[in-house]
């Protein structure tokens, strides 16, 4: 609920607006916007969630117990997680995972993004939209609205099928590791979770649609979007890191580039472009799912392109209200993805690549649901983890997130509490943040009118 | 009247201290009724898991630890809906609370005629590893009183 804060200087016209808790983002944060006359003097995000301390929990542990550690981190989106994590290490032992190994890693990838996009577009994000304060008013309210998430619930469970069938359990896979997987499914088993993809694939479709139909802000922002970029395929776990102002480098390159950096108010670091990428907010940039298709909407087949320009949108799209349609041109396309996975797939000889330990380096970027997420690691002669480091998404986010409420603050400045904090929370909504990862709900805080 | 088929046993939780000891209740019932095709059990680490497996058909039964008020290891039964308990709005999908996950199933049309809650009173929420004393000796108590309805209810054999 949003606080006022009474304040005692009344010749400065000061004003606090708070946002004590952030709600539907996954994760707990606090929001605080200190005005003075009007302009914005501060805004600080403030990741209040208690550090995880998993880079440290991995110091020590063999390399072939990384993946199910990390799968940890979270409940929405461990794939991502398990697939940077044995992408650095594979990496760093010296193997490649190809052939049909590595079709199902994307396979489960797709798995995890029609999962984890369909959450947010129906359950978390819609109701920003459509004028309620959460899922469940909107489907008390409207019976078309119960219809339409009863309809979401299933194409979330066909991604969750994807991830029981491939990762062992919907909930933190254990069923992935290091050169590719403990077991891999029959064909027949595949062919199988084929039929409820294709059950859902028309939803995915009318998805697109409705996304496109809602109401936008008529904003556009000059971001710096970043995202893998394949040479042909739409990104998920290789590619060159790339931008829309020029950023082209190998995977590897990422700390040359970008940078942690503590701020004081929050438990999550965050990460900034070392060289300012943006003009207008300088080290902020944005991932995840708008960034991936402005960057690579030419790598998807044509019926999700056509998809995208039944939209009628201009495709790059720079209104951030609108990631809402890329998240779901992305369900599509991952339904699509994973049929087509699905229809080639053969039996593998065997279901991991062998390898043997050594000591050295191995970093990998993968595109987690919410952008890009890198893992780096270091190992002795025997395997075992001497470093580690994560940086999740909403980390690389973070910056900007701020930058955005930067640019909406001075319209909040006289607007009732509770309709400030609204506004407020529909800007991070819109990047779909994971408090949880990068360190849970939003207090809003304005100081100063 | 007997419950209606399919039957589910949902344990909810997660597998820290005394959240898990619907693990451990799940573990036992899957134990005794091995090989029974009449019963599904599962575990789910949250709400968002519970609305996975609901379908509006059959019974739910629901296992889950209760919020600590004063008498560790006391097991209750209620049956849903009930006013006794609270559904706090969710806040995010991480923190969608079971109760709030049957409500909004019910909304859907998504939740089983017949639900059924099962619960035993927490010593503690704390993060730890394993049952506090009170909790785990109500546990065999509560595989006990399910299995029995299963038995009178469900029409659910018990082996043991």
Do not use: F, H, K, L
């Given at each position: 609920m949003p606080e006022q804060t009474p304040h005692p200087?009344?010749?400065?016209q000061k004003r606090t607006i708070q946002v004590g808790a952030l709600a539907r983002v996954e994760g707990e944060g606090s929001l605080t916007l200190r005005l003075r006359d009007g302009q914005v003097e501060e805004v600080q995000l403030r990741i209040f969630e208690a550090p995880r301390y998993f880079e440290a929990f991995l110091r020590g542990r063999h390399l072939e117990e990384v993946p199910d550690i990390t799968a940890r981190i979270c409940g929405i989106c461990p794939v991502a997680y398990q697939m940077s994590s044995c992408h650095a290490l594979e990496r760093l032992v010296g193997i490649e995972v190809s052939g049909p190994l590595r079709d199902l890693r994307r396979l489960l990838y797709c798995g995890e993004w029609i999962e984890s996009h369909t959450l947010h577009i129906y359950f978390l994000h819609a109701p920003d939209f459509l004028g309620y304060e959460s899922a469940l008013a909107m489907a008390q309210d409207r019976p078309e609205y119960a219809k339409l998430l009863r309809n979401a619930l299933q194409l979330k469970k066909a991604g969750n099928a994807v991830i029981s069938l491939l990762g062992g359990r919907a909930i933190h896979p254990i069923n992935v590791r290091v050169g590719g997987f403990y077991q891999v499914p029959s064909r027949k088993e595949l062919i199988q979770l084929g039929e409820q993809l294709k059950a859902v694939h028309e939803f995915a479709r009318q998805t697109v649609r409705w996304a496109a139909s809602l109401d936008f802000p008529p904003v556009e922002h000059d971001y710096e979007f970043v995202a893998l970029r394949h040479q042909t395929e739409y990104?998920?776990?290789e590619g060159r890191l790339v931008s829309n102002r020029g950023l082209d480098i190998a995977m590897s390159a990422f700390p040359d580039h970008f940078e942690e950096y503590q701020v004081p108010y929050s438990n999550a670091s965050q990460c900034r472009r070392k060289a300012s990428g943006?003009?207008?907010?300088?080290g902020a940039y944005q991932v995840g799912p708008l960034a991936r298709w402005n960057l690579n909407w030419d790598r998807v087949p044509a019926s999700v392109r056509q998809a995208a320009v039944e939209t009628g949108i201009t495709w790059?799209?720079?209104?951030?209200?609108?990631s809402i349609v890329a998240r779901s041109l992305e369900v599509l396309y991952a339904v699509e993805e994973a049929l087509r996975i699905i229809a080639g797939y053969e039996l593998p000889d065997r279901s991991v690549v062998p390898y043997q330990p050594r000591a050295g380096h191995g970093a990998w970027i993968t595109e987690a649901p919410r952008g890009i997420l890198y893992h780096r690691y270091e190992t002795d002669a025997s395997g075992i983890i001497r470093q580690a480091t994560i940086i999740p998404p909403t980390s690389q986010n973070q910056l900007q997130m701020e930058q955005d409420l930067l640019r909406i603050a001075p319209g909040l400045a006289n607007l009732p509490e509770a309709e400030a904090a609204l506004q407020a929370e529909k800007v991070i909504r819109n990047y779909d943040p994971c408090i949880s990862c990068a360190t849970h709900f939003l207090k809003l805080r304005v100081e100063g009118r | 009247m007997s419950w209606p088929r399919p039957i589910r046993v949902v344990g909810v939780g997660s597998p820290q201290g005394d959240d898990a000891l619907a693990w451990e209740v799940i573990r036992m019932l899957q134990q005794r009724h091995k090989g029974d095709n009449d019963i599904e059990f599962r575990v789910a680490e949250g709400g968002q898991r519970l609305l996975d497996v609901l379908e509006g058909e059959g019974t739910l039964l629901l296992i889950d630890a209760l919020v600590p008020?004063?008498?560790?290891g006391a097991i209750r039964r209620f049956e849903w809906p009930n006013e006794w308990i609270e559904v706090l709005r969710p806040g995010s999908t991480h923190h969608l609370r079971p109760a709030a996950a049957l409500q909004l199933a019910a909304t859907l049309g998504m939740l089983p005629p017949r639900v059924v809650i099962f619960g035993i009173e927490a010593a503690s929420l704390d993060l730890r590893q394993g049952l506090s004393p009170a909790v785990a000796a109500a546990v065999p108590e509560l595989v006990r009183r399910i299995a029995s309805e299963l038995q009178t209810k469900g029409n659910i054999e018990s082996p043991l």
């Open positions: 200087d009344s010749v400065a990104p998920m776990n943006g003009q207008e907010s300088p790059p799209c720079r209104n951030p209200y609108m | 008020a004063g008498s560790p």
